[in-house]
């Protein structure tokens, strides 16, 4: 007897009275990512089991659209708005099985369609991540390996041609990136090693644009997951553990140090958000059992700069992927539903 899992693309939003709404978008596949610009306008980015989904709302989520966009296209990562129609998303396309170029896209219509920029898409590998200050100058991490590889690029001119800064380290994989402004930054991820016993978290600093990184390690973190700074001092970052469960780290000197704050045992988070200089940090991810694996939602809140954390699971059998914070009242998960039936 085999089980066939069916996958239900699932948005969720928090109204201002802390309840969550679902929205459904009209594909089997998972939600992977999504970015808002305000409580109306967003883009969410998925896939089936054979194709980019690419989605936008302009009423807050009550009904998504199709979008136009480049069909080589395989998978994207992150989404950001520049402003209220420049919207830019990196990722990836397969030219050959197992063989992947990056992809760099963007939309001047809020999402509604969007057109391959540049060379990127001449680099072998995946646009992991990225951080734009404004519409011409941003970072990527870009990686070559499944294992890790990742390297740190830069544009000037939108992402038409992108120059690289350094591979950071061999055998890393790098997965977010935070910049303060042009020379100050910190990127996350995990030392792989050799497989997941030799895995550990890792987090680096540069103080000159990438330039040189300085790098702090996490032995008891497979990965250092997320990270988010809710002033220019203080940050949080949400890790898997090694022994399994979830490790909360904090910084309060700009990413120099890193102290552990707080482990939560049967819990992946996946995506943290925060909102600017009120002290609330949001992370979002699944509730776990070594049996069944992902079962129900998990969501953290501090609202004192992570002083103190309430931990609440939501009663729902969705993976849970990605979270946009627009404001204190909006809340935005993204993922899917799995469900199992027994097939003969």
Not at 186 to 200: C, D, T, V
Not at 302 to 307: A, I, K, P, R, S
Request: hydrophobic share 35%; proline share 2%; with cysteine.
């Amino acid at each position: 007897m085999q089980n066939l899992f069916v996958i239900l693309v699932m948005l969720m939003a928090m109204n201002a009275d802390g309840q969550w709404m679902n929205y459904t978008l009209p594909y089997n596949g998972i939600a992977g990512t999504i970015g808002f610009y305000n409580v109306n306008t967003g883009v969410s980015c998925g896939n089936n089991t054979s194709s980019l989904q690419l989605f936008y709302t302009i009423n807050a989520g009550s009904n998504w659209i199709l979008a136009t966009y480049p069909f080589e296209i395989n998978g994207l990562t992150k989404v950001q708005f520049i402003n209220s129609s420049t919207v830019y998303a990196c990722g990836s396309e397969e030219i050959s099985f197992a063989n992947y170029r990056t992809a760099f896209l963007k939309s001047t219509n809020s999402g509604m369609s969007w057109v391959k920029v540049g060379a990127s898409d001449t680099l072998k590998g995946s646009m992991d991540n990225m951080h734009f200050f404004d519409a011409n100058t941003g970072y990527a991490l870009i990686d070559s390996s499944l294992t890790g590889n990742s390297r740190f690029f830069k544009t000037t001119n939108a992402g038409s041609n992108w120059q690289r800064v350094q591979l950071v380290e061999a055998g890393m994989r790098l997965i977010s990136i935070h910049f303060f402004d042009m020379n100050t930054g910190i990127i996350s991820g995990r030392k792989y090693n050799g497989g997941p016993a030799g895995m550990y978290g890792v987090i680096y600093k540069t103080t000159n644009g990438g330039v040189n990184f300085v790098k702090t390690t996490f032995p008891g973190a497979s990965e250092i997951r997320d990270f988010t700074f809710l002033n220019s001092t203080t940050g949080i970052a949400t890790a898997f553990g090694k022994n399994g469960g979830n490790i909360i780290y904090r910084t309060t000197n700009a990413g120099n140090q890193w102290d552990s704050l707080l482990y939560i045992s049967y819990r992946n988070m996946n995506d943290i958000e925060s909102i600017q200089n009120t002290g609330t940090a949001f992370p979002v991810g699944n509730k776990m059992d070594t049996i069944n694996g992902y079962i129900v939602i998990a969501t953290m809140k501090t609202t004192n700069y992570g002083t103190d954390w309430i931990v609440k699971d939501i009663n729902q059998n969705t993976y849970i992927s990605a979270l946009s914070l627009i404001d204190a009242s909006n809340f935005l998960m993204s993922g899917g539903d799995l469900y199992s039936t027994p097939q003969g």
